[in-house]
Every structure is written in structure tokens, then in C-alpha cells.
């Protein structure tokens, strides 16, 4: 019996500490945050331009049943939207951040977004070709893509670079 008490107050003992660490001494900080803010800032500024004139092209009409012009209409806002979405992509990762972790990670969150986009593209043929489907995108180990994109984005104060939500 004495041995069960040792045990229950070690285990109790050992989680204890493990909160304290966990809540006063373990790193707060995000694994994608990246040292170079004024990579981030001018990223953010370069994205919200594009949101802007993304916004520009929304078409909140209701699609009539399997109408294919109005899908073929539909494909070419998407393609449309995702050329904005690319060119402002293309203008963020054409300067390379500063810090050793940015210039890490943000290879990869490009390449996820370039999926993403391809993914939109994919979408758009589907709809010029006649099919009324819902989007769909990749997902790693079980994540959606655009959510491994949008963590990064929001990890670096980056929020109109997260993946547009239009589809």
C-alpha cells in the first residue's frame, strides 16, 4: 500500500512540473514565426492589394441547376481570381527573407501555396468542362493544405496572405 502512495505522489509530482515548464518556461513561440518582419509586412501589403482586387470580382449570383455558361462564367472569375492570388505570390517570394528560418520555411509554404493554386486551376477546368462539384484540395498527412498555409500566414502577422476563401 505504502508503495501505491510513493507512486500516485511521484506521478502527481511529475505532471506538476511538467506545467509548471510547460507554462512558465517552454518557448511560446510559433515554429513558423520567422525573424524578418519587414518580410512579413511588406508580404502582408502586397496581399491585401491583391484581396482587394480579388474582392472586386465576386459574382454573388446562384448557379440555374447545370447551366454550362454560367459554369464556364464561374471558371473564368476562379482563374481569374487565383491570377491575382499567383502574381501576388510571385511578388512576396521574389524577395527572400533575411533570417536563416525564414529563408527555411518559406520554400515550403510557397510550394504549398503553388499546390493550392494548382488545386484552383483543377477546380476551374472542372467547372468549364460542365461539372457543378465543390472544391477540393490537397491534403498532407491528413491536413488541408490551405490550412498549413493559413497557420504560416497568421504566424507572421500575414493575414491577407492566407488562402482566399472564394470557392
Known amino acids: 500500500m505504502r508503495w501505491g502512495r510513493i507512486g500516485a505522489v511521484a506521478a502527481f509530482l511529475a505532471l506538476a512540473l511538467f506545467w509548471i515548464w ?11 514565426r520567422i525573424g524578418d518582419r519587414e518580410w512579413s509586412n511588406r508580404a502582408e501589403s502586397i496581399c491585401a492589394a491583391a484581396r482587394e482586387e480579388r474582392e472586386a470580382l465576386a459574382d454573388y449570383r446562384e448557379l440555374a441547376g447545370e447551366d454550362a455558361a454560367m459554369l464556364a462564367e464561374r471558371a473564368d472569375l476562379v482563374d481569374q481570381a487565383t491570377d491575382i492570388v499567383e502574381d501576388a505570390l510571385d511578388e512576396v517570394v521574389v524577395v527572400i527573407p533575411i533570417d536563416e528560418k525564414g529563408q527555411g520555411i518559406v ?3 510557397e510550394a504549398d501555396y503553388r499546390r493550392y493554386l494548382a488545386d484552383r486551376r483543377t477546380y476551374s477546368e472542372r467547372l468549364r468542362n460542365g461539372e457543378d462539384v465543390p ?15 493559413e497557420r504560416f500566414a497568421n504566424d507572421n ?10 470557392l
Open 107 to 109: 520554400p515550403d509554404w
Open 22 to 32: 510547460a507554462l512558465l518556461f517552454a518557448s511560446k513561440e510559433s515554429i513558423n
Open 157 to 166: 502577422d500575414m493575414s491577407s496572405c492566407a488562402p482566399p476563401t472564394d
Open 135 to 149: 472544391f477540393s484540395e490537397t491534403a498532407i498527412e491528413g491536413i488541408p493544405i490551405s490550412e498549413r498555409i
